[in-house]
């Protein structure tokens, strides 16, 4: 019988695993000084959760959830994204009891059930970040401010902020009437889910993916047309503090998100290089949400980053090279290997990636068993070596190499690889 992963599902593997620890260990440090703490939320909830949040006729929740009873009936479901969890933790555990602005970040593998293609999948990863109670464009700019740090100090470059405003529930309606004047004499020529948005949801008729629809709504009015005096300010405030921070961004009035819980500010961040799934991060404002969670009015703004498209972009930049051992202990003999055993602890100890050649092959099958481990070292214990007491060290690099006391061989490699493994 053979088994494979499931589809758009995969294992991260080394190398590409270690750039997925620079990714985290980078979205860990630039979150703490920006003041976000992490949160670990778990990865099933309870299905309304994400039905209530995201919203029942958006994409996510009409076709890509998976949803299943549990053995008690109860309708759980794998989260597709992260901002429902923390919205629910936020005010479960009373944490709009603490000052604001509470902000938290979070990372983690998220399933939808989307058809598989480059850069979509169904288990994948997100960063994620949420910032809870102060609702001033300050605070928009500041979490921006972060993506793009963290995305500049990866070494991303050419990428773009899309920013829009999509209003809030006084400037809603209006925005909502001129849709539905605006698509009416078209209706039939919509697709079937567009016919149906038409009358649930038509601001979801500007997210849809199909091409007929896509050229037909060229024209369609633009939201930020229809934005409250409080919005436009809010809108207008945003922008200049983007250019006070050098945050080059472009306006893209279509920006509405697949998600329903979004007011106000929207953005994603995109790049060319990623072909038709091309943002790599996008958020956005939600002052609603804790609120219809059942928790007190609270403004919150958050993104997510999709850590697969990440590493993408950090591939183009350079495959990464693997960390390798530090020394490899060949042996010849039973009682050398047990003497390699206690060097190899003693290496360990100080911080060194130490390995030892087991195997009882010969010396140049060691040695070259190292070189293709890319070892740094390699250290020879042998009979003559045993009994002599004096063990040889060879660099592998440049092919330097000498004899030394066996009791001071840690000391002496320390004082040599100036970088022990961490
Ligand atoms: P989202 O736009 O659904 O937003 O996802 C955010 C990012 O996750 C996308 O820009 C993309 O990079 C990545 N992503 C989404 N779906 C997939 C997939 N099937 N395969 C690979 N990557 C994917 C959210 O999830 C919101 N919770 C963001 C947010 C946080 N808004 C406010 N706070």
Redesign the pocket.
């Known amino acids: 019988m053979k088994f494979s992963a499931l589809k ?1 599902v995969h294992d991260i593997l080394p190398p590409d695993v270690y750039l997925w620890q620079r990714a985290e260990s980078l979205a860990r440090e630039i979150c703490s000084i920006y003041g976000f703490q992490e949160v670990r939320v778990p990865l099933i909830e309870s299905t309304d959760i994400f039905t209530r949040s995201i919203g029942a006729t958006t994409d ?1 929740v009409e076709k ?1 959830m998976y949803t299943f009873p549990d053995r008690a009936g109860r309708s759980i479901t794998l989260r ?5 969890s ?1 919205v629910r933790a936020y005010i479960e555990n009373h944490l709009h009891t603490l000052p604001s602005p509470q902000k938290f970040f979070y990372s983690g593998p ?1 399933f ?1 059930y ?1 058809r ?1 293609q480059k ?4 288990q ?3 960063i ?3 910032a809870f109670g102060v609702g001033v464009p300050e605070l928009d700019a500041e979490v921006l401010s972060m993506l793009r740090v963290f995305l500049e100090k990866l070494g991303l470059r050419g990428l773009n902020f899309e920013v829009n405003s999509i209003g809030c529930d006084d400037c809603r309606p209006a925005f909502r009437k001129a849709l539905l004047d605006f698509f009416s004499p078209f209706l039939n020529d919509l697709c079937p889910d567009c016919q149906r948005r038409y009358a649930s949801n038509p601001l979801r008729i500007l997210d849809c993916k199909v091409e007929r629809c896509i050229q037909l709504r060229s024209g369609a009015p633009r939201v930020t047309d229809f934005l409250c005096g409080a919005c436009r300010d809010h809108f207008e405030t945003l922008l200049s503090l983007l250019d006070v921070l050098h945050i080059p961004h472009t306006l893209n009035p279509v920006l509405v ?3 329903d ?2 007011t106000r500010t929207t953005f ?2 995109t790049s060319e290089h990623l072909g038709s ?1 091309k ?8 002052d609603k949400l804790v609120e219809e969670f059942g928790g007190p009015k609270t403004p ?11 590493i993408t972009l950090m591939k183009e930049r350079g495959e990464p090279s693997p960390p390798s051992p530090d020394v490899f202990i060949a042996t010849l003999g039973r009682r050398a290997v047990i003497k390699s055993a206690v060097l190899a602890e003693e290496l360990r100890a100080r911080g060194f990636w130490a390995e030892v050649g087991y195997d009882g092959s010969s010396l140049k099958s060691q040695l070259r068993k190292a070189d293709r481990l890319s070892s740094r070292y390699a250290v020879i214990i042998g009979e003559d070596e045993l009994s002599s007491g004096k063990l040889t060290w060879k660099n592998l690099r440049d092919g330097t190499q000498g004899e030394i006391d066996g009791n001071d061989m840690a000391e002496f490699l320390s004082s040599l690889s100036r970088h022990p493994q961490s």
């Open positions: 758009g996510i890509e597709p994204e992260g901002t429902a923390v998220m939808r989307e598989p850069g979509r999948f169904r994948f990863h997100q994620g970040a949420e998100r697949g998600l819980y979004y994603e961040v799934q943002a790599v991060a996008a958020g956005g404002r939600y919150a703004i958050g993104f997510a980053i999709g850590i697969e498209r990440l």
